[in-house]
């Protein structure tokens, strides 16, 4: 009998993607395999949610109206629904949709393979929610989505009240992984070949609110940064609260700390940051920013904005575009506010007219394009090494180029280089001659290409025979470590922006 297969659905912000990851290793260690792309189906459908948007639920249930007469036509075939929205509306799911066979929370990700077995014994949805963390979840197995990048979750939570937000009520309170955990996650990933990092949490400069320990982050970054083979590294997001001098110095003094930052401002009105519960002000964001740039002259600063909030006058919007033009951001990813079911904005009075926050949003967005563009005009003529990356490029195909990241992350498309190949996870230099505001062009031959580990790992991957599965149990433990995962992609889509 062939394994079962499995699809993993995800909505939302990057701890999304990495529960998904997680979610993915687990079902593989529980004998599933992946559903082929392009596939007309598979046996489990995952759908991890979010619920930073007003309508996110009328997604979920339009979506898994559409598996109706899949389900039906395929005997067998079972449905999950978790993350934030399932940890919100827990029992509603299933009375909205009594089709959906598994419900399960932000907090019990490990749980899903025995809900799953239970659901298909007891021929009856098994609804679990937990309220607080049953496993941190980058204990579990992983099935991740590159063979040379990986996230590395170093708290899970929040302890921030932002009235726009949900994301404390759902994901709990901070909580920090010990150092030493963090660094032996990142040794193991090196070990297989990974040499770009991403230190993930909610509010990740906030880490070692656990023991007081207000420079536990910079002491980390400079930790991770001396790990050996480790090549790049990244982290997101910070709050502007907690950005302390000395992760400033751990940045600009370690070689393997990229000089990029994503810093959400959320708005640059002093009075719509306090209506936001967001315990900074303009003067404090921007002078980050020229901290950050006296120390890093080069560094790439991205950064979050909502427009529209409840109450935001023209005067208060004003305020955010000028905040733009001094900070003058690399990118900036812009949101009209939308109201977040159980959050006090949502209640708050002066719902600004949708009308009036198109007309803003479009006049940020039509600066920070300007902004964007000539940021990258910058770079024009300078030599950058850039990891080629898989999937980045949408036309790399149709124009025969490869995509990657430089060093501040900012996308390239470069020509192939001449006699060589360059494959996912390798180095290759390259002269940069056009930018646009979304990414820069190398339209030359690449300069050099530098074979890495993690090229070789990548090619490791691809060449590899699908995993025999393994047997399924109900909740009983398994003997010995879990196997070391392995990559496989898991789409994301939208974006939160609670940081």
């Known amino acids: 009998m062939s394994a079962r297969t499995y699809e993993v659905r995800t909505y939302g912000c990057q701890m999304n993607v990495h529960d998904s990851e997680r979610l993915s290793g687990l079902l593989e260690g529980a004998g599933y395999v992946r559903a082929p792309a392009g596939s007309d189906g598979a046996d489990v459908v995952v759908f991890n949610t979010c619920a930073v948007r007003e309508n996110a639920d009328n997604r979920l249930y339009g979506n898994l109206g559409q598996l109706v007469p899949k389900k039906a036509a395929r005997p067998g075939m079972q449905i999950a629904v978790g993350g934030c929205l399932a940890q919100k509306d827990r029992d509603t799911i299933v009375k909205r949709a009594p089709w959906v066979d598994v419900v399960f929370g932000t907090h019990n990700i490990g749980q899903l393979p025995v809900l799953l077995e239970r659901a298909r014994i007891a021929e009856e949805a098994q609804v679990e929610i937990v309220e607080s963390l049953e496993t941190f979840p980058s204990t579990l197995p992983s099935r991740r989505e590159s063979a040379y990048a990986a996230w590395v ?13 949900i994301v404390p009520a759902l994901r709990g309170k901070e909580k920090d992984r010990r150092p030493g955990d963090v660094l032996a996650e990142v040794e193991a990933l090196v070990a297989e070949g990974v040499i770009e990092v991403t230190l993930l949490g909610q509010n990740v400069n906030a880490y070692g609110s656990d023991i007081g320990d207000r420079e536990a ?46 810093m959400p401002l959320q708005s640059g009105s ?105 940021q990258n005009k910058t770079q024009v003529g300078r030599t950058l090494e850039v990891l080629v990356a898989e999937g980045e490029g949408r036309k790399d195909d149709a124009t025969r180029r490869l995509s990657g990241r430089a060093p501040d992350n ?25 930018a646009a505001p979304h990414h820069l062009l190398a339209e030359r031959p690449a300069l050099s290409v530098r074979r890495t580990r993690a090229g070789d790992a990548w090619e490791r991957r691809t060449a590899a ?16 470590a879990p196997a070391a995962g392995t990559a496989g992609p898991v789409a994301a889509t939208g974006g939160c922006a609670a940081g």
């Open 153 to 165: 979750a170093i708290s899970v939570g929040c302890n921030n009240t932002c009235t726009f937000c």
């Open 217 to 262: 982050f910079g002491k980390l970054l400079r930790a991770t940064g001396a790990v050996e083979g480790l090549e790049r590294i990244r982290f997101t997001s910070p709050h502007p609260r907690d950005f302390t001098d000395d992760v400033i110095a751990a940045m600009a003094e370690t070689p393997t700390v990229m000089h990029q930052l994503h």
């Open 270 to 374: 002093d009075r719509v940051l306090k209506a936001m519960r967001r315990s900074y002000r303009q003067d404090r964001y921007l002078g980050i920013i020229e901290k950050v740039r006296a120390a890093m002259p080069d560094a790439a600063i991205t950064t979050d904005i909502i427009v529209g909030f409840p109450g935001e006058t023209e005067e208060d919007f004003a305020q955010t575009l000028h905040v733009v033009r001094e900070a003058r951001f690399a990118q900036a990813f812009t949101f009209q506010y939308s109201k977040r079911p159980g959050t006090p904005a949502a209640d708050m009075d002066g719902q600004i007219p949708k009308a009036v926050v198109q007309e803003r949003y479009e006049r940020l967005v039509a600066l920070q394009e300007e902004i964007s563009w000539e």
């Open 410 to 434: 900012r996308l390239v498309h470069f020509e192939r280089p001449e006699g060589g190949q360059a494959r996912p996870g390798d180095m290759v230099t390259v002269e940069i001659t056009y």
């Open 465 to 480: 025979p699908a995993p025999q599965p393994v047997g399924v149990m109900l909740g009983l433990p398994t003997i010995g």
